[in-house]
């Protein structure tokens, strides 16, 4: 009886240092992977705030809906295909809110960037844009950009 308590104080030892080392290694290996530390295709690395507004929590589901494809979720860009919005260069009195719907509705020729063009984004009303932008605002001024 009082060895089989030994035994099993001893195996249940070995599994918690097995787990530890084991997730450990995990968290490495992620780190590596992405060079920086960032989310795999990242640009960016985004703060996300606590809490949302109604109007940025609409204009999220909308960014997810048309512009995460390319500028990445939580706008932190994503490798090749488009830039982080959460940046220095689309801070509010550089790109003001209607350079985000004038992009939305003509596109954007590649100036800031070696990404390519921005293609107009269909089905997206200038109410929508805005609502994109109060949430990207949102993001941006989490992250020191405002
Ligand atoms: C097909 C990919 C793609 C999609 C979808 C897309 N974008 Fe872009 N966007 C780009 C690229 C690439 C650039 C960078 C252009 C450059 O080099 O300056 C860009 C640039 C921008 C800019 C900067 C405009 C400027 O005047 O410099 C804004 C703002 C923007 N995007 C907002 C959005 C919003 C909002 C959506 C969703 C409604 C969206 N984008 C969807 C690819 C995309």
């Not at 530890?20 to 995990?26: C, G, H, L, P, Y």
């Not at 596109?107 to 997206?124: E, L, Q, S």
């Not at 844009?129 to 993001?139: E, F, G, H, P, S």
Request: aromatic share 8%.
């Amino acid at each position: 009886m009082k060895w089989g308590a030994i035994f099993f104080a001893v195996v249940a030892l070995a599994a918690g240092i097995w787990y530890i080392t084991q997730t450990d290694s995990k968290d490495v290996g992620k780190k590596s992977q992405s060079g920086v530390g960032l989310p795999d295709g990242a640009i960016a690395a985004v703060k996300v705030p606590a809490s949302f507004t109604v109007q940025e929590q609409i204009g999220l589901r909308a960014y997810d809906a048309v512009c995460a494809d390319c500028h990445g979720v939580n706008a932190q860009g994503k490798e090749g295909l488009a830039p982080p919005l959460v940046h220095k260069i689309y801070e509010p009195n550089h790109h003001g809110d209607m350079a985000f719907v004038i992009a939305a509705q003509n596109g954007v020729r590649a100036h800031h960037w070696k990404f390519g063009n921005m293609p107009a984004v269909k089905g997206v009303t200038q109410a929508d844009v805005l609502n994109i932008v109060a949430y990207v605002r949102a993001l941006q001024r989490e992250n020191g950009i405002n």
